[in-house]
């Protein structure tokens, strides 16, 4: 068959990719689990009124059809799922039964949509979400939980520095329904797009839109401006003079989500609030989160935040708070650019060589020793020269050689990066802990650290 | 909305459920990356013309459709992958100048099959597969290593005893040839309907459409009943007196790849050199594999082969082995009859619990020094009474209860199950290992091991 060539966004990895990859999903599947967060997984097709509830989506859907159905040529009603979080409420209210709650959950799959691809976008891609879903009422630790667990997550990734950035809709309602505003839903999509269309035309939008005057369009302008690592924002908010209950209580809220991620120290990493943000998804109803990368040009990663009703069957309404993190969008870019990639294409920490075809069973007996500890171990394909023994195991980055013992001599080891070589006992070597597994490096040591 | 319901043929696992197939699909990975195996994905769609490539499973192909495109009602051309051999083929193809060969890779991802529903048919379902593939040539180590590889990763599976069937396309066809068969292919397609349709049947077919005598069949059937899990099974070969070189080539074969698992020890496991085992498929040139779990219904888990050529571009050959291992088709039937589950819904060792609300930053300070030592934590929602904390714990099988120090007494910490309750200090407190982690269990002593 002649040579495949690539699908428009459908990144696929080559090996070594793949490794440095793996090495972020375990990253963040550690962390989540060290918090306790179960991990979960919906099935890849939703019906279509459930992908289609919210609407806006729809054009992005991909319906499945049997390529030969019976009753002629007929969709089966189903279509892929474009997020994580529709098949989170259906699988809540589906299983509702038979789940504890608050059920703190972490999802890891692939999500697809068709839409036209560009930089950035994908038509199919990895999201990695955490959520904490409650039933009928879920405490505002929930909040503080989820943003600690995503600092931290984010905080260990080897990437480049990632911004979470972190607000609060009851802190900006409230701030406008203290100004006066009649309509605070207009003010917030107006103040949304501050950053994509400038002052001037929200200025404009909100003396039209919203009806406010030039003293309230100052104001929220300000309010906008306020951003800072620390709870320093409360009193720059405060000094603006309004006041009003639902402020209190978003700021109140906004101060001990940040306090709860105080710990979290990383060059890599930084939570700011900033009160700008406001994400234009209308359910939204306390902390909202959005997370960019600017190093490479400037990239939302990650979104997400409180909904009081996720799901709701009539009787029971479960509200949750979660982040989504879009691990595709972060790695695909990097990778395509060359920037990062694992330091070596095979999990093998050892290979061991052949001397002759005769010398198997003995390389086998080496390999089984090795792996007996956790040492990834691999066998030479073929009794070739040492030399191209020693190139077959530099060409997949395996760090070690060894040469099992023959008449003339022991067994020994090889580090060949460095050329040494010693004696070794394979039922007690032991590599550094560094060689044990790919690692994911950086082939940009301006911008990301080690 | 109204409750979803399930849709049939995509099994959903709740999170102890889920916690227990993680168990499986770790295990897996681990022994196929101690064995140097790397990880690869390939998307999930691939073109029709790739899918369709065998023929006979064309009516199986979900095809995807934008659900909005823009010129008229089409597909995409694209549907989602059915096994994950096609995938690789095509990735082999596409990639092979960025490749290193032979390449030792294995793949755990989703495949997709729109049949219709029934016991042990899934729409949706996960695959492990190992595959070694060569460019040009493959020596037969290869077919000895997949062999190993999977023996090793079945046996450390804790779940009902696996037979892994081996037996090799020369052997047989180099016996019938000896026998003095004409057409050595329709005499493989008959007497792989042994097990199914009874000897007589086979006897009918091999006389009417592969133009035996009764002799001739008589030496067949002996040959398809001989097995053995040692290499015992050549000296019968023998003795039943027929010559062929590839009778001999074959023979050797067999002897080899079984010998490389003879290490493999599991009461839960065996590999047994089958002579009946042809495979179906036309692609299969040496080994063949088929892997069965027999203890709740007959379950084909696992199937795979060596083909001389997996893919070719015309002026490069592909040679590969491989085994695809079911993991759907292992669990979902075991789970749906609650006959495995893991013995927690949550990663969760501790849960901290809250003596007052005031106390939820000594139980954070308690929660961040465990997970410092990978002792995963949870903090308790709400300061309820202990009680009610400890049955928060024990609904969702956490074995832990931290008390955090207040006024009156130190940190102490209690397993739930013994009711044992001691001093601990957070920063050096540690579970046994087997605690930290969830486990698969077993509701089936008769027949699971641990």
């Not at 209210?93 to 709650?101: I, Q």
């Not at 405490?139 to 600690?148: H, K, M, Q």
């Not at 700011?272 to 306390?286: H, P, W």
């Not at 010398?359 to 020793?369: I, Q, T, W």
Request: aromatic share 6%; hydrophobic share 40%.
């Amino acid at each position: 068959m002649p040579r495949p060539t690539p699908l428009s966004g459908f990144p696929e990895l080559l090996p070594s990719q793949r490794a440095a990859e793996l090495a972020v999903l375990d990253s963040l599947r550690s962390t989540f689990e060290l918090h306790g967060f179960a991990s979960l997984e919906t099935r890849s097709v939703e019906t279509l009124d459930q992908l289609l509830r919210k609407g806006e989506t729809s054009k992005e859907v991909y319906v499945l059809r049997r390529l030969q159905a019976e009753s002629g040529d007929t969709d089966t009603g189903w279509g892929l799922h474009f997020d994580l979080t529709v098949p989170l409420a259906r699988y809540v209210l589906e299983h509702a039964g038979k789940l504890e709650f608050p059920l703190r959950r972490y999802q890891i799959q692939k999500c697809w949509r068709g839409e036209r691809p560009q930089e950035g976008r994908y038509r199919e891609f990895t999201q990695a979400d955490i959520d904490v879903i409650g039933r009928d009422e879920l405490g505002f630790d929930a909040d503080v939980e989820v943003t600690e667990v995503m600092a931290e997550a984010l905080s260990l990734l080897p990437l480049p520095p990632v911004t979470l950035h972190i607000n609060n809709r009851k802190l900006i309602e409230g701030f406008y329904l203290g100004v006066g505003a009649a309509d605070p839903a207009a003010v917030i999509r107006a103040v949304d797009k501050l950053d994509k269309v400038g002052a001037d035309r929200v200025r404009a939008s909100l003396l039209d839109s919203a009806g406010l005057d030039s003293a309230q369009i100052d104001q929220c302008l300000a309010l906008a401006g306020i951003s800072s690592t620390d709870v320093s924002f409360a009193d720059e908010v405060m000094a603006l003079g309004v006041r009003h209950p639902l402020l209190d209580q978003g700021l109140d809220e906004l101060v001990r989500a940040l306090d709860g991620a105080t710990h979290v120290r990383s060059e890599r990493f930084a939570l700011v609030a900033d009160l700008k943000v406001a994400r234009g998804l209308d359910y939204y109803t306390g902390t909202v989160f959005e997370g960019r990368m600017t190093t490479h040009g400037d990239v939302s990663i990650c979104a997400g935040g409180r909904y009081d009703a996720l799901a709701s069957d009539g009787r029971t309404t479960f509200p949750g708070v979660g982040i989504s993190l879009g691990v595709t969008r972060i790695l695909a870019p990097l990778m395509a650019r060359g920037l990062i990639d694992a330091d070596r294409s095979v999990p093998s920490c050892v290979l061991v060589a052949l001397p002759t075809e005769n010398d198997r069973d003995s390389a086998r007996a080496v390999a089984r020793a090795l792996r007996a500890r956790g040492i990834a171990t691999e066998i030479a394909p073929t009794a070739d020269r040492f030399g191209r023994q020693i190139r077959h195991a530099d060409r997949r980055g395996i760090p070690y050689v060894w040469f099992p013992a023959t008449g003339d001599s022991g067994n020994q080891v090889k580090d060949i990066r460095s050329g040494e070589q010693v004696d070794a006992d394979a039922s007690v070597w032991q590599p550094p802990v560094d060689d044990l597994r790919p690692r994911l490096v950086s082939t940009d040591p301006q911008e990301l650290l080690p």
